[in-house]
């Protein structure tokens, strides 16, 4: 099992990046996915799932803003993120969700993480 992040970048406050996940060794759906964020210093923050019939969450600091995805046939999760803001700096990362409490955006439910990727928002 592997995840593979990509499409970090630096971008100003406003602006928009897309982040893929590239699965290997199992099938993303209809597996439960997540998007983490982390800063140095802070714990591992959950944004953003989707789960095995569609269903998705939520962060509040992210909802509204980002857009998570799955594309099945070509085993990408995406994360179509909007009006960035400088507090949304971090590391990204993609996980599996390996238990019920996926949906509760938890660092326990998931495993089998990424390397992360970079997202840098300046003001």
């Known amino acids: 099992v592997q995840l593979v992040e990509s499409g970090g970048g630096s971008v100003q406050a406003g602006g928009s990046l897309r982040l893929s996940c590239a699965a290997s060794g199992f099938t993303i759906s209809p597996a439960a996915m997540g998007w983490f964020r982390q800063v140095p210093g802070k714990e591992r923050e959950g944004i953003a799932a989707?789960?095995?019939?569609?269903?998705?969450r939520y962060a509040d600091s992210v909802k509204g803003r980002f857009t998570i995805s799955r594309d099945s046939a070509k085993r990408s999760l995406d994360l179509q993120m909007n009006n960035l803001r400088p507090e949304d700096t971090a590391t990204y990362y993609c996980?599996?969700?390996?238990?019920?409490?996926?949906?509760?955006?938890?660092?326990?439910?998931?495993?089998?993480w990424g390397q992360g990727t970079q997202v840098t928002v300046s003001s």
């Open positions: 996980a599996r969700g390996l238990y019920e409490n996926w949906c509760r955006l938890e660092n326990s439910a998931f495993g089998h």
């Open positions: 989707i789960g095995d019939y569609g269903a998705i």
